[in-house]
């Protein structure tokens, strides 16, 4: 199958080289672009536990000098790809969520309980890195169990404002098999592009592979037909469904066939 990317960098670039050894062809067209800044410190000194949503919170900590109280506390982060990176930057108490921010909440809750008010003391809060942009707000959960909460906004995303000019040329001969969309903010970028530059006919094609149903709602003004959600909200799942896709249609497009570039 030959695939559009359009995460964030560096992100697409790792996810191409997924679906590359599992034999496709791809390429990548980020509709939002991340910056990422430093922790508030004051926060980070007063934290008791961290949390952390997207890979892009543990990209904000590797611009911090951590100290080695900090690698002791509780970090509870969505997803496998997460858990690991946080491991590898040297925190040793990792706790991985299976899906979204909201499965989060009875996993901090009882880090709470077991790991943080057994202290004693007045506990700092819980912390959550976080971006400009939130699907779920930890603040109410957090507030109803008592839990102190406090959140350091560490990245920006910005809309694309345009398509890579191959990506346009196999937008507008319906060229991929298939279109990952992550985000509700990249799904609109890309909805809005896509109707701006007049491609909505080849786009439609393209089977679209999304992160959840949110996601997939926001493809309704383009009037794509193959429409699939992931079992679950994270890259192996995603990479799954495109398996299935691909043992569903066959080979659809080999190599070389429908790709412009390989940037």
């Not at 990317?5 to 997924?18: Q, V």
């Not at 149903?213 to 926001?218: V, Y």
Request: contains cysteine; proline residues 7%.
């Amino acid at each position: 199958m030959h695939i559009l990317i359009t995460r964030p960098e560096p992100d697409a670039s790792e996810t191409r080289r997924l679906l590359e050894g599992e034999g496709h062809t791809a390429d990548v067209a980020p509709m939002l672009e991340i910056s990422v800044g430093a922790p508030e410190s004051d926060l980070l000194a007063a934290a008791s536990a961290l949390v952390v949503t997207s890979r892009n919170g543990l990209r904000a900590l590797e611009q911090a000098d951590l100290p080695e109280w900090l690698l002791s506390l509780p970090v509870l982060v969505v997803g496998r790809s997460t858990g690991a990176a946080a491991r590898a930057l040297g925190f040793r108490d990792v706790t991985v969520g299976p899906a979204t921010a909201k499965d989060l909440v009875p996993l901090i809750v009882a880090a709470w309980t077991e790991k943080i008010v057994t202290k004693g003391g007045m506990p700092g809060p819980v912390l959550h890195l976080s971006g400009d942009k939130i699907s779920f707000d930890l603040l109410p959960p957090m507030t109803q169990a008592g839990i102190a909460f406090a959140r350091s906004t560490v990245y920006h995303s910005s809309p694309a404002r345009d398509l890579p000019t191959h990506v346009r040329a196999c937008l507008e001969r319906g060229g991929y098999d298939a279109i990952i969309l992550m985000s509700p903010l990249s799904a609109d970028t890309f909805v809005q592009l896509v109707m701006r530059l007049q491609l909505a006919e080849g786009a439609r094609r393209a089977a679209y592979v999304c992160f959840s149903n949110g996601i997939a709602q926001r493809l309704a003004s383009l009037g794509a037909e193959q429409v699939y959600v992931a079992a679950k909200p994270n890259i192996e799942e995603v990479l799954a469904l495109i398996s299935s896709l691909a043992a569903q249609s066959g080979p659809l497009s080999p190599p070389g066939k429908k790709s412009d570039s390989n940037s």
